[in-house]
């Protein structure tokens, strides 16, 4: 299983920036399509933008779509989150999460898609 540490997290004002980012380690991580996650308290953990191998195909969540940005370099075998204008309801627990085994679109958005987890970094942004 791939080890997986966040780190970026912080307090911002809303309107303000954060970029998240994901360690991995192993030689595994350019095989894996790779994602953000994120759980809010009192909420189940939601998708946040997913990126395959190379990096040329991104998906986000429609709450996020336009101020989010998912990056990958995979020399450096780690992962990006982007976050622009950030709003209060953006606040939670971030993680990133793995897939090595490619699963069909339809899947992305589902946590048990992934295998290997981080253990996450928080995101509070105040109004």
């Known amino acids: 299983q791939m080890q997986l540490v966040e780190s970026g997290g912080g307090l911002v004002q809303a309107g303000g920036s954060l970029k998240l980012s994901c360690a991995a380690s192993?030689?595994?991580?350019?095989?894996?399509?790779m994602a953000w996650f994120r759980q809010a308290p009192g909420k189940e953990r939601e998708f946040v933008a997913r990126?395959?191998?190379?990096?040329?195909?991104?998906s986000y969540a429609d709450s996020v779509k336009g101020r989010f940005t998912i990056s990958r370099d995979n020399n450096m075998n780690t992962l990006y989150l982007q976050m622009l204008n950030l709003k209060p309801e953006d606040t939670a627990v971030y993680y990133c999460?793995?897939?090595?085994?490619?699963?069909?679109?339809?899947?992305?958005?589902?946590?048990?898609?992934?295998?290997?987890w981080g253990q996450g970094t928080q995101v509070t942004v105040s109004s």
């Open positions: 999460a793995a897939d090595r085994h490619l699963a069909y679109r339809g899947y992305w958005n589902l946590s048990r898609t992934y295998e290997s």
């Open positions: 192993g030689r595994t991580f350019g095989d894996s399509a």
């Open positions: 990126i395959n191998r190379s990096g040329g195909v991104t």
